[in-house]
């Protein structure tokens, strides 16, 4: 059996499509040339330019036009590049989507298995902190939107669920080699998709290397999208560590100004603890705690602790088993199960297995990430989950956010040559000096 080469197949149709592509820039350049000449721009001369699209990478010649100070060149303006820049953006997309299901040396490989373009670690770096400064961009255009708010969403219920990611980084200046993401869900509810599958309802997540922006993140955007009413039930959900107590988010509920607020301690983690502490001593004990915390029966885990305490034989035994009792103790009343507060369905205890796309990206494999690529990489992972990746890179609010920041940069300029015309006015020699430092950079 004879096999078909591809890579030959491959090789002609790269040839013929880089020049189509040529051609085409060719036509389009020229279509370009009275539309250029009737708003009194010149033509100084043609350059080439090489460009890495996500159909090849090509070297193009296009025409570069003057009036003023002003230059344009309509062939990278119709393919949306910037100047000096050899990779497209919808190019750097794909990298930077790429980045957030595998690690920067298989991106490599992949792109230059699949389009034949030769890129370095480097390039994958760049995409990531494009992504950055855009994540950075879309919170600063957020303050800009809240005239445009759609209609806030009825919710009888909202969910809450926090928890914390540990990832190996490497922060300047500091010693520390582990960060905590903070890692919060939102949601109203839980639905069947199938017999076998569910999915959370107006789910929403946040994350961050500082808890509180992430709370704070979380109050903001309970805030802007669900009407809270007297009605409104908060119920949230934590393994109750550090950022994560019960009083973080009773404090959420005072911010939003809801009444009634449940909060649960998070059953995995309860019986986790249960289990790992009362199987070294008794299986019968193990059985006896979980029914005593299923049932809520604080008298019969007692009994259970009192049992436990009669087996003890070594001075460290009583130290674990006094701060396993003073916490199962200390949070018990989290414990009560729904039904018996009055609620009869609850949608709790999905955090980790949302954690999971985080984990399999950004922990292992020896991985260690600086602080922002760290935070930086998670956002991104959250957004490509919730198709919104692509939106970072083409919504809108691009365009709007440039027009915003072309006109704040504009009355920036205009208060501070007023402030300088006010002080020539008032300190004439100011002039002067402005005029000589001018004079000396130039």
Known sequence: MSFFEESKLRELLVRHNAKSFEEYIQNYDESMIPVMKAQGYQCIHAIERTVAFTFGEYTFRRR??????????PVDEMLGLQKNVRFSWEFMYQVANLSTIMPYDKVVRVIEMTKGICITKPTVVKAV???EKLLKERATYRFYEEGQQPEKKKADII???????????RKQDEDNQRFDLAHFIVHTGSRKVSQQRSELINKKEFISMNNRLAR???????????EITEKTILITNSDGGHGYTPYVFKEIAKALHIKRHEH???AYHVNQLIKSYFKSYSEQLVEEALQAVYHHQKGHLQSVFDTTEGLLTSDEEVTI????????????????????RGIQQVSLGVMETQHRKI???MKRRGMYWSDWGAETMSQMILLAYEGQLQELFFGNWRQEYEKIAELEHISVKTM????????DRVYPFNKLKRGKRQRFYK
């Open 359 to 361: 984990t399999y990206r």
């Open 321 to 340: 088993f006094e701060n396993t009792k003073r916490r199962l103790f200390r949070f018990f009343q989290y414990t009560k199960p729904a039904t018996l």
């Open 129 to 131: 902190k494009l992504c």
């Open 416 to 423: 501070i040559d007023r402030m300088n015309h006010v002080e």
């Open 216 to 226: 704070s993140q979380v109050i903001d955007y309970l805030y802007n999208t669900f």
């Open 64 to 73: 570069r036009w003057k009036k003023g100070k002003n230059w344009v060149v």
């Open 264 to 266: 649960f301690w998070d």
């Open 159 to 169: 969910y809450i669920e926090g928890d914390g990611v540990m990832v190996k980084a």
